[in-house]
């Protein structure tokens, strides 16, 4: 695979992980920023509520006191103006003319947008409305009442401070978006390395088994990295058993199809009614042989899970008689000498159709390397074939034991094999692979 497409892929993923950091980072800013916005316009409401809501209570127990002070039959107005005049210097709330002001119905200067108002604490809220508010209460039941007139920006004058603040909270913003873009960039580093380290071993990979970094981790990394370990591994079998279906089957295949090829030649030259019957049987077993064998190598091309061929018990030493019988030409034109002994009754559970080729092939390996003799036991459920060793016969590069290995391994017999200099022995122990 192409490394550089991988690699781009990988940044592809950083720069996506970087751009939600970031994107995360600035919309908190902003709403950090809205929020900062609305509680400190929702506390000057309160802070100002709060104040004219103070100063409404105070003077109306001060003008609830004047009689009591000399002024039995003061107008309202009077009292207030007596009431502003006493409240400097004193603790109560502070009456700063430019800040506080309190008026009754019958002040001069009441401004005229605060004199429909009924009893409570009221925001100017028309066309030329200055952030003003008033508080007014009921005096004599309601036939006069006092009004607090508290100027917005004179209390709290924020409005000058607006524009600081907005560049405060820009300047801020900035910042936490900057630290998230970076913080983000470091964040889609160390979460894209496992992937980007995955990703370089999978395009780096060629064949067999593999183990991937990250194996071992407990979190997505890990699954996905046991995941993809996996599929290399069944993919491999896949592979493996493909090419050993082709290597057995043009191994096995040779001898029937030649016989094949033989007899159909004979049938062509002769016309002897004997000699074309025995020429159409050679040939009906030779094709029942293919069958057989591509059925066995089919049915090892699979996986296991898809299922085994089906076992039965067969009585082993007729196998060997069968296949010693074909061989038969070989192993008197070789003048060896043969000696089979062990339970003849014996039986083991197998694949009729794998035991035939098992056995071929070891007796065809057998009587191809052996010297002077071939000993074939059959013991407790096992087959053993001992030979000595003809130094003459060079070494074959075919896939015969190959082939007994692997279905020894298929269906979970002991294959063993011991070969030295002087003598060659194989055993297999037969248990049930079901």
């Excluded at 000399?70 to 207030?80: D, F, H, I, T, V």
């Excluded at 873009?181 to 395009?203: N, S």
């Excluded at 000699?275 to 699979?302: D, I, N, P, Y």
Aim: contains cysteine; charged residues 20%; proline residues 3%.
């Amino acid at each position: 695979m192409a490394g550089g497409g991988g690699l781009s892929r990988n940044l592809h993923f950083q720069r996506r992980l970087s751009r939600v950091f970031v994107s995360f980072a600035a919309v908190t800013s902003l709403l950090y920023g809205l929020l900062v916005y609305v509680v400190a316009q929702a506390t000057e409401e309160f802070l100002l509520r709060r104040y004219v809501g103070a100063v409404l209570e105070w003077a109306m127990k001060d003008l609830a006191q004047q009689p009591a002070a000399g002024l039995p039959r003061a107008s309202n107005l009077e009292r207030l103006q007596v009431l502003t005049r006493e409240s400097h210097g004193t603790a109560r709330p502070t009456l700063a003319e430019d800040v506080a002001r309190l008026y009754v119905r019958a002040s001069p200067n009441l401004p005229a947008w605060a004199r429909d108002h009924a009893p409570g604490i009221h925001r100017r809220l028309d066309v030329d409305a200055d952030g003003s508010m008033v508080g007014v209460a009921s005096l004599d039941g309601g036939q006069d009442a006092l009004y607090v007139i508290v100027d917005g920006d004179g209390l709290l004058d924020i409005d000058q401070l607006e524009p600081y603040l907005l560049v405060a909270l820009l300047l801020i913003g900035g910042a936490v978006t900057a630290l998230g873009g970076f913080t983000g960039k470091v964040l889609a580093r160390q979460l894209a390395q496992p992937l980007v380290t995955l990703t370089e071993e999978i395009d780096a990979h060629g064949e067999g088994p593999a183990v991937f970094s990250g194996i071992q981790r407990a979190d997505e990394i890990g699954a996905l990295s046991r995941g993809f370990t996996g599929l290399v591994d069944r993919l491999s079998g896949f592979l493996q058993r493909e090419r050993e279906f082709t290597r057995f089957a043009s191994h096995e295949l040779r001898t029937p199809v030649a016989v094949f090829k033989n007899n159909l030649s004979l049938l062509r030259v002769t016309s002897d009614p004997a000699v074309r019957e025995r020429a159409l049987s050679r040939m009906a077993q030779s094709a029942e042989e293919m069958e057989a064998l591509v059925a066995t190598f089919l049915a090892l091309g699979r996986e296991a899970s898809e299922g085994t061929l089906q076992s039965r018990q067969l009585r082993l030493q007729a196998d060997v008689e069968r296949a010693l019988a074909y061989l038969a030409p070989v192993i008197r034109q070789r003048r060896l000498t043969v000696a089979l002994d062990g339970d003849g009754e014996a039986t083991v559970s197998a694949p009729p159709e794998l035991l035939t080729v098992l056995v071929d092939n070891l007796l065809r390996n057998a009587v191809a390397y052996a010297a002077t003799h071939i000993r074939i036991s059959l013991r407790h459920g096992a087959l053993e074939i001992f030979n000595d060793v003809d130094r003459d016969v060079p070494s074959s590069t075919g896939y015969g034991l190959q082939i007994v290995a692997r279905f020894c391994e298929r269906q979970q017999w002991t294959y063993t094999r011991e070969q030295g200099d002087a003598a060659h022995t194989m055993r297999i122990a037969f248990t049930h692979g079901d």
